[in-house]
C-alpha cells in the first residue's frame, strides 16, 4: 500500500460517523477493506466488537492481538424544546472550550444527518464572569435553523440520536500531517487494516487478530467483552496519545513525528516490561523511530484487555496527536506507519519460544 493508499484509508475512516456503541458504519467498512482476504475469519461479540482473525503457520502458534476502538468521541440528543433547539450530552471526554459556535452532525432514526450549530451567545453581551468561565456542555444547544420542535421531530430527530463533530478530514501543508474528527482512534484502525494488508505474503508463525472494539470513549468497555471472547497471549492496544510539541507544554520527547510511542503507563495500565522490551528491541533492529511515553491521566484498551481471565501480557503503542477530542485532531502518516512498521515485524519474529521470554516462570 502506498503513502497515497493509506492517507485516503485514515481520512476515509476519519469521516466516518459512529459514537460509542454506534460503530456499525466503522465495521462495516472495515469489513470490506479486509473482505478479500480469503485466510481471514471475521467474527463479532455482543457489544458490537469485531475481530479479524489471521492464523499463523505453527502449530503451537501464539496469539497477538491488535486493538483499536472505533468509536469517536461526540453526543448524544437528549431534549427537543418547543422551538426546536435541541439539548444534548457528551458520549465520551469533551472540554465546553471547543464547542460554542462550531457544527454537528445529527444523525436522524432514520439515518439522515443533519447539520447544525452550537448555540453562542455574542461577546458584546457577555458579563465578565461569563467571559472568563466555561459554559457546561448542559447549557448548551444545537440549533439547525428551524423554529418549532415539530420541524426537528418531523425529520426522525429525537433523543437518542447520535451527534458527532461535522468536520471533513484533510491533508496538511506537508502532505505528512493528517487532521480530521476522529483520528482517535480511527487513524490506529487503519493502522491495523495495514498492519493485516502487510502481513498477506508473510509467512508469520503467530496468530494474529486485528480486534476494532467497541465504547472504549465511555470506559474501555468493548475492549473488556472482546479479550474474554478473543484471549491472546500478547495484547497491544493501539490508540493515540498527546504530542508534547504545542506551545506552553511541558518538554516532554513524544510529539508529532517522533515515531511511534512505546507506553510505559497511563491510569489504566502498567505495560507489561518484558513486552515493553521485546517490543523496543524491534524497533531499535528495524530502525524504526520509537518514544516512551507516560501519561498521569487517560487510559486504553490495554487497561482492561490485561485483567482477562488470568492476565494478559498488555502494552499500548500509540501515535502522537494534537487537539485530541476535538473537531480537528492532528496527527502524521510517518508516526502511524512506523507503527505499522513496529506491528508488521514484531508478528514476523514472534513464535511460542518469545512467548515463552516474556511469561512469569
Ligand atoms: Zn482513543
Redesign the pocket.
Known amino acids: 500500500m502506498s503513502n497515497k493508499d493509506f492517507i485516503k484509508l485514515a481520512l476515509e475512516l476519519a469521516d466516518i460517523n459512529g459514537i460509542s456503541s454506534r460503530e456499525e458504519e466503522v465495521a462495516t467498512y472495515v469489513r470490506k477493506q479486509l473482505s478479500h482476504f480469503k485466510d481471514i475469519k471475521v467474527e463479532r461479540d455482543n457489544l458490537g466488537s469485531i475481530a479479524f482473525i489471521k492464523k499463523g503457520k505453527a502449530k503451537d502458534a501464539p496469539t497477538i492481538s491488535i486493538t483499536a476502538?472505533m468509536d469517536e468521541v461526540g453526543f448524544m440528543v437528549t431534549r427537543i424544546e418547543k422551538n426546536g433547539f435541541i439539548k444534548f450530552a457528551p458520549i465520551g471526554g469533551w472540554w465546553g472550550h471547543v464547542l460554542l459556535g462550531q457544527r454537528l452532525t445529527i444523525t436522524s432514526s432514520n439515518g439522515k444527518e443533519y447539520t447544525g450549530v452550537v448555540g453562542s451567545t455574542p461577546p458584546h453581551i457577555l458579563t465578565e464572569a461569563q467571559r472568563s468561565s466555561v459554559l457546561s456542555i448542559d447549557k448548551m444547544y444545537i440549533d439547525l435553523g428551524t423554529t418549532s420542535d415539530k420541524e426537528v421531530k418531523d425529520i426522525g430527530i429525537k433523543p437518542g440520536c447520535m451527534v458527532t463533530p461535522t468536520s471533513q478530514a484533510f491533508v496538511g501543508l506537508d502532505g505528512d500531517a493528517l487532521i480530521g474528527k476522529a483520528f482517535?482512534?480511527r487513524i490506529?484502525i487503519a493502522v491495523g487494516i495495514e498492519v493485516l494488508k502487510r502481513l498477506e505474503k508473510v509467512n508469520h508463525e503467530a496468530n494474529v487478530i486485528l480486534v476494532c472494539s467497541t465504547q472504549?470513549?465511555v470506559g474501555l468497555r468493548g475492549a473488556k467483552t472482546s479479550a474474554y471472547k478473543w484471549t491472546p497471549d500478547v495484547a497491544f492496544a493501539v490508540?493515540?496519545t498527546i504530542a508534547y510539541d504545542m506551545p506552553g507544554m511541558e518538554e516532554k520527547e513524544t510529539k508529532l513525528r517522533t515515531g511511534v510511542a512505546l507506553s510505559l503507563f497511563d491510569r489504566s495500565v502498567i505495560g507489561n516490561n518484558n513486552l515493553v522490551q521485546m517490543t523496543e528491541a524491534v524497533a531499535k533492529k528495524h530502525k524504526i523511530k520509537y518514544t516512551f511515553d507516560s501519561l498521569p491521566l487517560g487510559g486504553?484498551d490495554a487497561g482492561t484487555i490485561h485483567l482477562t481471565k488470568d492476565g494478559v501480557i498488555t502494552m499500548t503503542l500509540s501515535i502522537p496527536s494534537r487537539y485530541i477530542h476535538s473537531h480537528n485532531s492532528m496527527v502524521t502518516v510517518q508516526d502511524s506507519l512506523a507503527t505499522v512498521d513496529l506491528l508488521v515485524n514484531f508478528v514476523r519474529e514472534f513464535n511460542s519460544k518469545k512467548l515463552e521470554e516474556l511469561k512469569y516462570k
Open positions: 476502538h482517535d482512534d490506529s472504549e470513549e490508540d493515540v486504553t
